[in-house]
């Protein structure tokens, strides 16, 4: 089984809101991600957790806080943010960060900022 | 720099008509090239892990090779349903991030 799964599937928010979207995976993998992706561009990544630790920072604005509460789950929590933070937010994770492992991604949500 | 490019942009078959699409990259110490498969508002599905120059995968309709310099993805007579956007990318040593391709729009008309 190489299922991510990623709730809820749609998110509309305001700019004051604060919501949180959901992964979680349960092929073992220790290496999790966040992207963000706008129509018509390759994901960009925002953020890898390897072994439950905070990996990589890829420079992303503090509205955005991520969290990963065990090996199997990673949430991202969101907070005042701003219309051109609409997307579609990806997770994905992976056997291990590096070395040549494939990269399973998650169904993603649909975010509007309004 | 690490680069990877993908062409075509856009390519546009009638079903049975085959093809391949083009991966080039310019990286150091390739550690792996994946193609993934990515469907309007989806997230991308994986398709091939290549790791050495020579390698050859295959899936149903889809073939793809590796040479040092770039990775084809061959389509042999497409479906339909085989219209999705095509991902490229590379991994490179180090504590560093997938560097992807723009992509390529595949669309199959029946």
């Known amino acids: 089984d190489t299922e991510v799964t990623q709730t809820p599937k749609h998110l509309v928010m305001g700019m004051t809101n604060k919501k949180s979207l959901k992964c979680e995976q349960h092929m073992g993998h220790r290496a999790m991600y966040w992207y963000k992706q706008k129509a018509k561009k390759p994901p960009e990544l925002m953020f890898v957790?390897?072994?439950?630790?905070?990996?990589i920072n890829e420079s992303v604005p503090s509205r955005f806080s991520p969290e990963c509460p065990n090996s199997s789950l990673l949430n991202l929590h969101l907070h005042a943010l701003q219309p051109e933070d609409s997307a579609l937010y990806l997770c994905?994770?992976?056997?291990?960060?590096?070395?040549?492992?494939?990269?399973?991604f998650g169904p993603g949500t649909r975010l509007t900022v309004t | 720099e690490d680069q990877v490019t993908q062409s075509p942009e856009a390519l546009r078959l009638q079903e049975g008509e085959s093809s391949s699409l083009n991966c080039s990259y310019t990286?150091?110490?390739?550690?792996?090239l994946f193609w993934y498969r990515q469907d309007p508002g989806k997230g991308p599905e994986f398709l091939f892990t290549?790791?050495?120059a020579g390698e050859e995968k295959e899936k149903e309709r889809l073939k793809a090779t590796l040479t040092k310099k770039e990775s084809f993805l061959h389509i042999t007579a497409p479906k339909p349903e085989d219209s999705a956007t095509y991902l490229c990318?590379?991994?490179?040593?180090?504590?560093?991030?997938?560097?992807f391709g723009k992509g390529t729009r595949l669309s199959v008309i029946a």
């Open positions: 990318a590379v991994l490179v040593p180090g504590n560093t991030p997938l560097v």
């Open positions: 990286v150091s110490g390739l550690r792996g």
């Open positions: 957790y390897s072994y439950e630790k905070l990996s």
């Open positions: 994905a994770s992976s056997q291990d960060q590096g070395w040549g492992y494939e990269q399973y």
């Open positions: 290549l790791y050495s």
